[in-house]
């Protein structure tokens, strides 16, 4: 207690050399633009015709706790969420547009995700008053409840963020520092793991890039590459904060969903037209054009136009809702080891504790979040993602499983609902020629660093009825609990229901 009273006084003395400063000498800063050159006109009001918007999101380096499904409460370094709380607390991306990112607290409603927090915009926007005219939105912004609300507030896995394909997208990483580990100094990055970023500047990478100091913020710039699931993490020192748990998932989705009616050729015209992504002469091209093209674009399920993993072109990567599953492996002693002021074994390091989403079953079935309790005394959500399944009946679930894992490869298997294979690593599995190199497997197997697309088809209507209940699950064993206990491990439920909420994907 009384280290955590010394932090506090340290805290509080750093929030009044913060709130004496004038404004264009504070370091804490925001970004997200409404209009752009590429985006001259807010979607609300006149879509552009290239498509995509501006889309924002903020998050915060530092530190937090975890809970273990067999109880343990891990320490980790984390990031954690600055903006889009509410849908963070939901278990959605806290991505926002810019007309949302963009708004002011009144104080109401904004805290550490809950059921009580209603604020989805950027946690410490404020009116700049030294603006001219007076009180504009320039990125100022008030360190008190960024500090508030930033710090122990880590997440595990990290914020997710979505965006669309065109969509410009501005990432502000604001560093507020570890409450548990004040010795050190230590800067974060945001680098996209195998993403396609035009600049190194923004790439995250401490030697081609830049680096956050604690007390600074950093906007960084990326305009939404082809679709696909992606993960991203800080590369200070990645073999331990990324075993410390700063890793999180982003996933670009396709052109072909602005697809209105039609033959979904249409959803490709953008693609062709686009140098990045055009097939023909490109042979890394995301996604080749079928052969033959016949399918339209249809209504899935939940009554909403029909959505695509991938610019297929044929509509085989269609699904009716979709789930990000995020494997993560802690090893505990390392991470009591990083709460203290010892160095950290590297060589030794071996995972444990086995996560979907931050959780392991029982757990990961739980819809709501968890709350874990800080070293303030207060509760945090800090796994707010469950990683339950629901599909409704004669529907298609896209999973985009990605391995966050630094030790091992994870295996995991559907027991009852084949996996259908579409895409690897952020590509569409097809050949030069278009052909379908897609494949049904009963599991998949995944090294730290990559991601796999599987849609988990129940459109078998006599096959699949509401009330069943199968299992995605890891057939390593030793992978299937936490730390040798009972509870724990890569497991987690599929339900077969009557018809799943769009917005909380919970059965109806």
């Not at 950027?122 to 710090?151: C, E, F």
């Not at 959780?359 to 945090?380: C, E, I, L």
Request: proline share 8%; charged share 15%; glycine share 10%.
């Amino acid at each position: 207690m009384h280290y955590v009273q010394l932090y506090r006084r340290a805290l509080f003395a750093l929030l009044l050399c913060l709130v004496g400063l004038p404004a264009s000498a504070q370091s804490f800063r925001v970004q997200c633009p409404p209009v752009t050159t590429l985006h001259p006109t807010p979607p609300t009001t006149d879509p552009n015709p290239a498509g995509g918007s501006v889309k924002c999101q903020q998050i915060a380096g530092g530190d937090g706790y975890a809970t273990m499904a067999d109880g343990t409460q891990t320490y980790m370094f984390s990031f954690g969420p600055l903006s889009g709380l509410v849908d963070i607390f939901n278990g959605l991306p806290g991505t926002e547009p810019a007309s949302v990112f963009n708004q002011v607290s009144t104080g109401v409603g904004i805290g550490d995700p809950s059921a009580a927090t209603t604020f989805n915009g950027a946690v410490g926007l404020a009116p700049d008053p030294d603006s001219v005219p007076a009180n504009q939105l320039t990125g100022h912004v008030d360190p008190r409840p960024i500090m508030d609300v930033g710090v122990m507030n880590g997440n595990i896995p990290a914020p997710m963020m979505a965006i669309d394909e065109d969509d410009e997208f501005f990432l502000t990483l604001t560093n507020v520092g570890m409450i548990m580990r004040p010795d050190l100094f230590e800067q974060h990055t945001v680098h996209f793991h195998g993403y396609p970023n035009a600049s190194s500047f923004y790439d995250g990478v401490p030697d081609a890039s830049v680096a956050i100091n604690i007390g600074g913020s950093f906007t960084y710039y990326y305009l939404a590459p082809d679709a696909g699931t992606y993960f991203w993490h800080c590369h200070i020192t990645p073999p331990e904060h990324l075993q410390m748990g700063m890793v999180g998932q982003i996933y670009v989705r396709p052109r072909q969903n602005r697809v209105a009616s039609g033959t979904l050729y249409a959803g490709l015209v953008g693609q062709q037209a686009d140098l990045r992504t055009a097939c023909g002469s490109d042979i890394l091209c995301s996604s080749p054009l079928p052969p033959a093209n016949a399918a339209t674009h249809a209504a899935n399920k939940s009554g909403t136009p029909t959505l695509y993993a991938y610019n297929d072109g044929d509509g085989s990567t269609a699904y009716d809702v979709e789930y990000p599953v995020q494997i993560h492996g802690f090893d505990p002693n390392f991470h009591f080891i990083g709460m203290t002021f010892n160095p950290e074994p590297f060589v030794d390091m071996k995972d444990k504790h086995f996560l979907l989403n931050g959780r392991s079953y029982p757990d990961t079935v739980t819809q709501g979040p968890m709350q874990t309790v800080a070293a303030d005394g207060t509760p945090h959500s800090s796994q707010p993602l469950p990683a339950l399944i629901n599909i409704p009946v004669g529907g298609k679930a896209l999973l985009r499983i990605s391995d966050l894992d630094v030790t091992e490869f994870q295996t995991l298997a559907s027991l009852g609902i084949p996996m259908h294979v579409i895409g690897i690593n952020a590509r569409l599995l097809r050949d030069l020629s278009g052909n379908d190199m897609t494949y049904n497997t009963n599991s998949i197997t995944l090294g730290g660093g990559e991601s796999i697309d599987v849609i988990l088809d129940a459109s078998d209507t006599s096959k699949y009825t509401a009330g069943q209940v199968y299992y995605l699950y890891t057939p390593n064993l030793d992978h299937l609990s936490n730390d040798a206990e009972n509870f724990g491990g890569l497991m987690t439920e599929v339900h077969i229901c009557n018809s799943v909420n769009p917005s909380t994907k919970s059965c109806v």
